[in-house]
């Protein structure tokens, strides 16, 4: 008879590790309790976490409007779901959460698409009585008409329609439009998103009149590089929300923090920030925790996990990807653990990543930089260091300012 | 180009097999004129170490349909090549690269250098959550170096 010898199979060693490190959905996250909630403001140690101030504003001053920056892979998902867990505290709230991405392609995104995607969300939120109302059913039914369009068959007539020419009642007078003096701060609202403002209003109305805490949170819009599209956003669907009671929190391109026109802080009634995070452990243990939440010290040592902190420049997910490839470098040497040289291998890796797209000109600036001297953010191209993270903002001491992300800082010089 | 780490279709599907059910992402770059010779080899490898077929297609192909990304009934592992440059396409990668994440599968964009750079360039939330960027060299060209 065989003796039974159990085989070692390695990929059990790493597997779970990298199932925490990216689980499958933010439900899983959640569920296994891996995020690690930070405990106070990133710019102000004397303030309440994100989360906690955004859900303290949504339960508090309903109707407010709120907006959360932050760089690619900062953490503002984390936030906004912290938000939404947060604010489920009572039993009269009503949260909706919203990827948009999910639902359509930003990139060709009209304005009241997002109320659309908020009505649509809250009709799912009614009681089913409340779903049989008559206006509530007819105005959902014009809703979808409006989001996904219709095909109307009309008599033709034969002649071919002007359009978008506007027909008044006497067809011998033209409107001539004198503008005024007095600059509006924002621009009028478009005819099409005021009526889907209407239709949003009747689905709401049941929950409205119930005094329920209506909360959406808008992730996905931060992912559009060009702040110019959010603020045709914020200025027509977000703008149509103000005088209800519904909350809003939403994720924001990190250019318009550095926007001098101060947009965000002139239209938002709460504005927060996530900077890249300390990495040094002497002031902040936050990323160490990261990794040690999802298993990092049953496979490398204390000093290793400092190195990933400390190479991640603070960015999470930069984080997540160094322990992620470090136990692939492991695994793919047969090792059990996760050895300095594999943080090596994956930092360097990362550091090449970032090295894409350096000319001379993104040279000339990291340079600079590195030596202490200007670094303009109204630089275009040191803006576009920034949004690509080759350059990160830090908040230290009441002061911001930026660094060379250190990944890229170990790769730099061999490359020139 | 960069120089970045060099592996082998026997190489990468072993990290696969590791990492499955957890969703991945990676750029891998071939030399030009490598593209049937490492389509073939990762078919190959798939077949052997994961018992399952590997369907390759397109990047463009995510624009096609109704179900935008064309993620519904995706497999485990999907092979997309990206073999010309379109802005709108990269518009759609960068801001929807999220779905692909949640569709939980192990996406294999296959790539020249050219595309590649100005891609990552172009496209900073794609390349902030790629799970890494290797170059790809034909089996039998390895010769035992790359990882």
């Not at chain 1, 003096?181 to 701060?185: C, D, M, N």
């Not at chain 1, 996905?220 to 702040?227: H, K, T």
């Not at chain 1, 890249?276 to 040094?280: G, H, L, P, T, V």
């Given at each position: 008879m065989e003796p039974n010898i159990a085989t070692f199979d390695r990929r059990q060693v790493y597997r779970p590790f990298l199932e925490r490190l990216n689980p499958s959905s933010l439900l899983d996250v959640e569920a296994q309790d891996l995020i690690v909630p930070p405990d106070h403001d990133p710019r102000d140690p004397d303030q309440p976490p994100i989360h906690v101030a955004f859900a303290n504003t949504a339960e508090l001053s309903r109707g407010s409007q709120m907006a959360l920056v932050g760089g690619i892979g900062s953490g503002k998902t984390t936030e906004l779901r912290l938000t939404l867990k947060l604010l489920e505290r009572h039993a009269d709230a009503v949260n909706i959460y919203l990827d948009l991405a999910e639902l359509t392609d930003l990139n060709t995104l009209n304005p009241g698409a997002i109320l659309i995607a908020v009505g649509m969300q809250l009709h799912r939120k009614l009681k089913k009585a409340d779903k049989q109302i008559t206006e509530i059913k007819l105005a959902y039914q014009k809703l979808q008409e409006l989001a996904k369009g219709k095909t109307v068959w009309v008599e033709d007539d034969g002649e071919e329609p002007d359009e978008g020419v506007y027909e008044g009642p006497d067809p011998d007078v033209v409107a001539v439009h004198t503008p005024g003096?007095?600059?509006?701060?924002f621009p009028a609202m478009e005819r099409n998103v005021m009526e889907v403002r209407d239709l949003v209003f009747q689905i709401a109305m049941p929950l409205l009149e119930s005094d329920s805490q209506i909360t959406v949170l808008i992730d996905?819009?931060?992912?559009?590089?060009?702040?110019e599209r959010f603020r045709e956003f914020a200025e027509q669907d977000m703008r149509a929300l103000r005088k209800t009671k519904i909350s809003v929190v939403v994720a924001t391109p990190l250019l318009l923090w550095f926007d001098k026109g101060r947009f965000l802080q002139d239209y938002f009634d709460d504005v927060k920030h996530i900077p890249?995070?300390?990495?040094?452990p002497g002031k902040s243990a936050f990323l160490q925790q990261v990794l040690l939440r999802r298993g990092a010290a049953e496979l490398m040592n204390e000093k290793d996990i400092s190195g990933l902190a400390r190479f991640s420049g603070g960015v999470l997910r930069d984080l997540i990807t160094l322990a992620r490839t470090s136990a692939e470098a492991a695994y793919r040497e047969d090792k059990d653990r996760i050895a300095f040289g594999h943080v090596r291998s994956a930092i360097r890796q990362l550091g090449k990543r970032y090295l894409v797209g350096l000319g001379k000109t993104q040279r000339r600036r990291i340079q600079q930089l590195m030596d202490n001297e200007e670094f303009s953010i109204q630089d275009p191209t040191s803006a576009a260091l920034v949004v690509n993270r080759q350059v990160l903002e830090y908040f230290t001491h009441g002061l911001d300012s930026f660094a060379v992300h250190p990944a890229l800082v170990e790769v730099l010089a061999e490359s020139e | 180009m960069i120089d970045f780490s060099a592996t082998t279709a026997f190489r990468l599907v072993r990290r696969l097999v590791m990492g499955q059910g957890t969703a991945s992402m990676y750029l891998l770059i071939y030399d030009d004129g490598a593209q049937l010779a490492i389509e073939a080899d990762l078919q190959a490898e798939v077949e052997v170490q994961m018992a399952i077929p590997l369907p390759i297609g397109r990047?463009?192909?995510?624009?096609?349909?109704?179900?935008?990304?064309?993620?519904?009934?995706?497999?485990?592992i999907r092979v997309l090549r990206i073999d010309r440059w379109s802005r709108d396409l990269v518009a759609l990668l960068d801001t929807h690269v999220i779905r692909l994440e949640r569709a939980g599968a192990q996406f294999l964009f296959l790539t020249t250098p050219a595309l590649a750079e100005r891609l990552l360039v172009e496209a900073p939330n794609f390349r902030n959550r790629l799970t890494e960027i290797l170059r790809i060299i034909p089996d039998d060209l390895s010769g035992g170096g790359p990882h």
């Open positions: 003096l007095l600059k509006p701060r996905g819009l931060d992912r559009l590089i060009q702040p890249a995070a300390s990495f040094d | 990047v463009s192909e995510l624009l096609d349909g109704d179900d935008s990304l064309g993620l519904a009934g995706a497999g485990p």
